[in-house]
């Protein structure tokens, strides 16, 4: 008899919260009444309980969070209310329906229960505090209060709110609830202000790191000062690339075109001396082209020293290699230390860096300009003294002086029927 009272109250608890619970209660549903009834039986089997009493924990476990089918607010009430109905409609005996309902009423969270079947059924409401799944059910309370507008609590704020019951509102009755599930419960508010005291260390780790960068920040320049000075001295290294790119390409050509003066036209002079000028001409600029190219690559090494008053007064660029190169390796280190100490006296030094490299750069292509200037004039006026030499000499064709294969008859002087006579 008892156990078919128990299988129609759980069919009538299902039925009710299936039908009429609001889907906002993730946490007070059907799950956690079978948590709650699982919890109940697991104290019965190792407590010393009749069957009734059993029967009467059982009914309550089923049907004490029934009330929230009509609201949260006074839910034991009501749960009482929909108890007694149901039990008095299947002919339960009065004694039992109270026993029920005072049960009901002892699982009101903020009151100590005072009967022994009380003290049962509150350990068995909150045996997910020394269970595993602990984590879980909490979550779905969370969120189940953020949904019922009752509170919103943030993942820290939740954590503190947990340690707090666990360590002062709330306590095991039982002795099977304190021997099995007390340490579970112990655990997990070591996990809870474990993790707590990491998040905090967090925070100040990073409030640290945020204090430590606004005050770096404040006493180091903008970062576009330093953006200005990176990419500045980039463009000038760049810069001074190309320019010896350019004055190797001049060196190349020019040297390509005195070989081959000297290999062609030069040994033709002899025979062919109006394209003496023409060819001096040409030459004299190739060579002129080429010192200049040298010239404006020609590197300048500087004293490569300094003294401790010129660090002192900061008058000397500590990155370029020509103001150290013939200093002492402790000498410079000591400067090296004095450089990094000044803030300003760094970007003093990267000032003149960029300076004298800006310097450089205005000669090398002032240099490089000039230089292709006459390379280019040379061509041109080579070309035209070329032109009038042949031109006033139009009885040799140029191209048959330029061709090897002309060159032994150009050269072979012509012999009359004298000359044979005589050789004969």
Known sequence: MATDLIKKTEEFVFDLLKKELDPIFLYHNFKHTERVLKSTREIIENTDVTKDEAQILEIAALLHDTGYTQGAEDHEEKGVKIATDFLTKHDADQTLIDAVNTCIMETKFKEVPNTKLGKIIRDADASHFGKKYFEEASE????????????????????????????????????????????????????????????????????????????????????????????????????????????????????????????????????????????????????????????????????????????????????????????????????????????????????????????VLERKYRLLRITYTVFMVGIIVSLIAFGIAVKNNPGIDIQEVLDPENQSQLLKPELDDKDLYVVN
């Open 140 to 359: 779905f309370l969370r969120k189940e209060l953020e949904l019922r507008g009752v509170a919103t609590y943030s993942p820290t704020e939740w954590r503190n709110e947990n340690i707090k019951v666990l360590a002062k509102k709330h306590q095991y009755y039982t002795d099977y609830a304190l021997k099995n599930w007390q340490s579970r419960k112990d655990k997990n508010l070591a996990n809870l202000m474990k993790a707590k005291k990491k998040q905090k260390a967090k925070f100040k780790k990073e409030e640290i790191k945020a204090k430590y960068k606004a005050q770096y920040k404040n006493e180091s320049p903008e970062r576009g000062v330093q953006t200005f000075y990176r990419v500045a001295l980039r463009n000038h290294i760049k810069l001074s690339d190309i320019a010896d790119t350019k004055a190797n390409i001049l060196l190349s050509v020019n040297a390509i075109i005195i070989s081959v003066v000297l290999a062609n036209l030069i040994s033709k002079l002899d025979t062919n001396p109006y394209l003496t000028w023409p060819t001096v001409i040409f030459t004299l600029f190739s060579v002129i082209s080429m010192v200049m190219s040298i010239i404006a690559t020609r590197p300048n090494v500087t004293s490569g020293q300094f003294t401790k008053e010129d660090v002192k007064n900061q008058k000397v660029n500590l990155s370029f290699f020509g103001n150290f190169h013939k200093m002492e390796l402790e000498d410079f280190e000591w400067a090296i230390r004095e450089l990094v100490n000044d803030k300003d006296y760094i970007y003093k030094a990267l000032t003149k860096d960029l300076y004298f490299l800006g310097k």
